[in-house]
T-cell receptor, first 116, second 114 residues
């Protein structure tokens, strides 16, 4: 089955710097890669996602890149702010295949700390 | 819309006790999920349902049971609680699991088994 590895497990940056979180996946048939942000004590919330037919997607200070050949995708946060401090999870799934194959497989998370 | 709701927020159980974690959504989503989140381990899928009357196992189903009698509700049952089931449990839903739709999460239930 699919396996998602996420690095680093913790990341500390100064406010205004950029942060990059990387994930690799094992199943070449995976085609949907969402990123979730979880603030302390709160529920995970989707912040951005990318499909396998796209190499990069941006939403203001957040971008995600996908390298299908290498089977890895990354989250980039520019001009970090203290409110970006949270745990970030990547995930992968095979949408369109039906049944359990559409289920999300999550990475173990990255705890991002942005220091003022 | 209330979205995805879960009760209770917190619960302490003794070993061997049983309980049901409640989950409900009012978005008319047909897909619903139960995850557990252990520290540093991400989210692991316990059970999922693609519609009323249909449930299936996820990655870590042992020690749990589910039912889905209505579109709105998806309760998770722990029959004989064990310390290994200490975790935060999240319910989630989406309108369809096999296309590119967001999964919406509930606020979670923090369960401690002593």
């Amino acid at each position: 089955g699919e396996n998602v590895e996420q690095h680093p497990s913790t990341l500390s940056v100064q406010e205004g710097d950029s942060a990059v979180i990387k994930c690799t996946y094992s199943d070449s048939a995976s085609n949907y890669f969402p990123w979730y942000k979880q603030e302390l004590g709160k529920r995970p919330q989707l912040i951005i996602d990318i499909r396998s037919n796209v190499g990069e997607k941006k939403d203001q200070r957040i971008a995600v890149t996908l390298n299908k050949t290498a089977k890895h995708f990354s989250l980039h946060i520019t001009e970090t702010q203290p409110e970006d401090s949270a745990v970030y999870f990547c995930a992968a799934s095979k949408r369109g295949y039906g049944g359990s194959q559409g289920n999300l497989i999550f990475g173990k998370g990255t705890k991002l700390s942005v220091k003022p | 819309n209330a979205g995805v709701t879960q009760t209770p927020k917190f619960r302490i159980l003794k070993i061997g006790q049983s309980m049901t974690l409640q989950c409900a959504q009012d978005m008319n989503h047909n897909y619903m999920y139960w995850y557990r989140q252990d520290p540093g381990m991400g989210l692991k899928l316990i059970y999922y349902s693609v519609g009323a009357g249909i449930t299936d196992k996820g990655e870590v189903p042992n020690g749990y049971n589910v039912s889905r009698s209505t579109t709105e509700d998806f309760p998770l049952r722990l029959e004989l609680a064990a310390p290994s089931q200490t975790s935060v449990y999240f319910c989630a839903s989406t309108i369809a699991g096999d296309i590119y739709n967001e999964q919406f999460f509930g606020p979670g239930t923090r369960l401690t088994v002593l």
